[in-house]
């Protein structure tokens, strides 16, 4: 009898087929199944719980989560089927079924790749249309852009970082600010480019006040770590330190960043800036050949590039910074010819430059004794005409107005019209005050004074002035004089004149020891000061130091009474 053959087996058959069947559908649910679950996360309990995980991880992490979840169920099905046939001990259908197990691999391997690659070009599109946007000026649209894109990475910090400097060319600088300090802390190490953006931000908004100059410190900090050999990061360091009074420090960062690879023009306005560094520092032969280098370089590129704005107003300014008054003035002069009538940013600042020049020349004239009094208020008149605003030409009308005569007389009236213009009040007030100190009228200067304060609490002259005028007066409140000179430290701590006030209110009050720290915290800034000397002489006097209340006696017998 001649049996059938086991390969003919219609059972077996029927097995092969179903186990192909089960295997195909097995393998195209799983590979599937990351597709669809993100169709219908709410069905699915697995995206239940992704829909209370971190938004970063719901927005970025899931889809890839998903799809190697998938391939490696696949994997798994595979594994299980080949171990099923091979414990049968026949190979061939393996063979046979091979076609259809590679088929499935290569279609669940072109939908991961899909999955996974899904938001790419999704990413890019919205990058190209934010930059398109940018460009041309459309910011709205490119806000749009950059917050659907950090809606789909997650927000990186390079793309939060753009969502702000949008924000920038909005105007909208406390959302920019707020947007920033979140990238770059400044307790800690954040997203270098913010920490540069924060650091300039704050020096270029202090206006001289030393308590936002402080909130740069650490920014400052981060952006010379992160862009060691950066001459703009110098720069603005060098900034930092002349604003918070530590101008040795500020000098090296000058003189380090000029070292550094840097455009011509920007190494130009660094030596302008070192120039003025040095006066300050009363080093005059080493300022003027540094501003000598510059006005070179300025006076060059203003003859290949007449219409470059930013050139002839820096050439301005070192042609004023080397007294050079002709020629300055012939500089400024020229805007006049020119159409500016689009562009009232540059009107502007050559205005101010105007008014900057007059203000200057009335300042050198007088000092030099090449003006008279009537010629230089003229002067500061132009500048005002030019700038209301203009802080050092009012400052220049205050020490006019402290001289005796008809012109003291009309730059207190050019005060008042000041006041009357609604310009600078507490400045014109604080000025009014200091000149009824110095015609011997306290009681007009306390007025004066106090309305000053009322108008800008944080200005630290007005309050340190107005301290001493409550503590130095008839009847003095020595209690409120001591809390507005602790007001004023807490803005400027270091001032030494701020700290030898308080020092001095302390004496009145008899707390020795309290005034001496301040007092000689003020001794190296004010070691010529008679005055100071004085009251260490009272103070140690009156802690049981004789000796060293002698030594600053004998100080006080060799400095003139002037000083």
Known sequence: ??????????RRRRHVRQALGRLTANLAWRVQSPLRALRATRERRRLRRLAHAPSLYRRVLSVPVLAIRGVAHGLRSIALWLWRLLSQGDVRYLVQGLPAVLVAGLVGTVAGAAVLSSHTPLMTRYQRAASSALRSEQYRTAELYYERLAQIDGGKPDTRYALAKVAESQQQFDRTRSIMLKLAPKDQKGYAPAHTWLAQYYVDSADGRRDVLREAGPHITQFLASEPDSALAHAVAAR?????????????????SLRLDAPDELKSDLRLSLARLYVLQGNHALARPEAEAAITYYRRRAQTDPGNHSVRLAWAEAALFLELFDEAEQVLQAWQTMDLSDDSQIRSAYINRMSQFYTTKATVFGRQGKAGLVEQLDWIDLALQYNPKNLAAIHGIMALAEKRGTVADEARTKLKEALANGIAPATAHFILGNVAWERGEPDAARE????????????????????WYLADAQS???????NIINGVLEVDPSHAGYRETRGQILVKLGRWRDALVDLETALPTMRDDRNLHSTLATVYRNLGDTEMASQHER?????????
């Open 476 to 482: 003095p409140d020595l209690s409120r004089a001591l």
């Open 555 to 563: 100080i006080v017998l060799k400095l003139s009474p002037k000083e």
């Open 448 to 467: 004066q004074m106090e309305i000053a304060y009322r108008l800008n609490p944080r200005m630290p002259d007005v309050g340190n002035n107005l301290a």
């Open 240 to 256: 930092y330190f002349a604003g918070m009074g530590q101008l040795r420090e500020a000098e090296n960062h000058l003189v380090m």
């Open 1 to 10: 009898m001649i049996g059938r053959r086991r390969g003919r087996d219609p």
